[in-house]
């Protein structure tokens, strides 16, 4: 059974930074691309960052290069991402997604979601 479980939100002042984890069990990682996204509310849910597992290659959201960062530890079977600078309208959801091999920004295509975790950025 596959299971991503995220965690590291919270309330945070702008300019402040977090880290957030996904912690991933149940999936064949040679395979996956896991990937960072954001809800915000009204809003669609939006791709933030992408790891390939095998390689570490990284993508990123055009529009959030610089501030995050994912990376994966191989050893602890996670997923991070590193939010530093940040913004009121970083305020969202991010959830962790897995999907096979074919790396894609579009949340329609991840098979495996983990529940979110909430980012409150103050001004």
């Known amino acids: 059974q596959v299971q991503l479980v995220e965690s590291g939100g919270g309330l945070v002042q702008a300019g402040g930074s977090l880290r957030l984890s996904c912690a991933v069990s149940?999936?064949?990682?040679?395979?996956?691309?896991m990937a960072w996204f954001r809800q915000a509310p009204g809003k669609d849910r939006a791709f933030v960052a992408a790891?390939?597992?095998?390689?570490?290659?990284?993508y990123y959201a055009d529009s959030l290069k610089g501030r995050f960062t994912i990376s994966r530890d191989n050893a602890k079977n996670t997923v991070d991402l590193q939010i530093n600078s940040l913004k009121p309208e970083d305020t969202a959801v991010y959830y962790c997604a897995a999907k096979v091999q074919i790396y894609t920004t579009n949340y329609r295509f991840y098979n495996y979601w983990g529940q979110g975790t909430q980012v409150t950025v103050s001004s």
């Open positions: 790891i390939r597992w095998s390689s570490g290659d990284t």
């Open positions: 149940g999936l064949t990682f040679t395979s996956y691309i």
